[in-house]
């Protein structure tokens, strides 16, 4: 007997993952497998659900699906920064209201290292 693996469709997440936005840090994101429990820091006062996404097509063009997964896998969410605004959320000819200068982005990507350390060090113990 012979077995054929078939592979999902580019176009369908092996999970679906809700989108969070932080309200305090603007751009500053959190995705979560629907099928795990979110982390604690995660309450309505400091995060706002965004979107649910099912499908590749969804997602915002700043979150790496092949990173998120990765990152899920081992902790169930994944900490990103959204750059620019969700297609779902402005039409495509619509002017950002401002620009994001890099001074304004290093922060954010120092946080997200510091994170990123903190749970490779978890992973660790």
Same mark, same amino acid.
Not at 60 to 81: E, K
């Given at each position: 007997m012979v077995h054929t693996h078939q592979r999902p469709t580019p176009s369908s997440l092996p999970r679906a993952y809700d989108l969070f936005a932080s309200r305090s840090d603007a751009g500053i994101c959190c995705a979560v497998r629907q099928d795990r429990t979110g982390p604690s820091f995660l309450t309505n006062v400091a995060w706002e659900?965004?979107?649910r996404i099912t499908d590749p097509v969804q997602a915002?063009?700043? /979150?790496?699906?092949?990173? $998120?997964? !990765?990152?899920?896998?081992?902790?169930?969410?994944?900490?990103?920064?959204r750059l620019r605004a969700s297609s779902m959320t402005r039409a495509p000819n619509d002017v950002p209201e401002r620009i994001i200068t890099v001074g304004e982005i290093i922060p954010y990507l120092v946080i997200l290292y510091? /994170?990123?350390?903190?749970? $490779?060090? !978890?992973?660790?113990?």
């Open positions: 659900f965004q979107e915002p063009a700043d /979150l790496n699906l092949r990173v $998120a997964q !990765a990152s899920m896998d081992l902790t169930g969410y994944h900490l990103f920064v510091g /994170l990123t350390i903190v749970i $490779a060090l !978890a992973a660790c113990f």
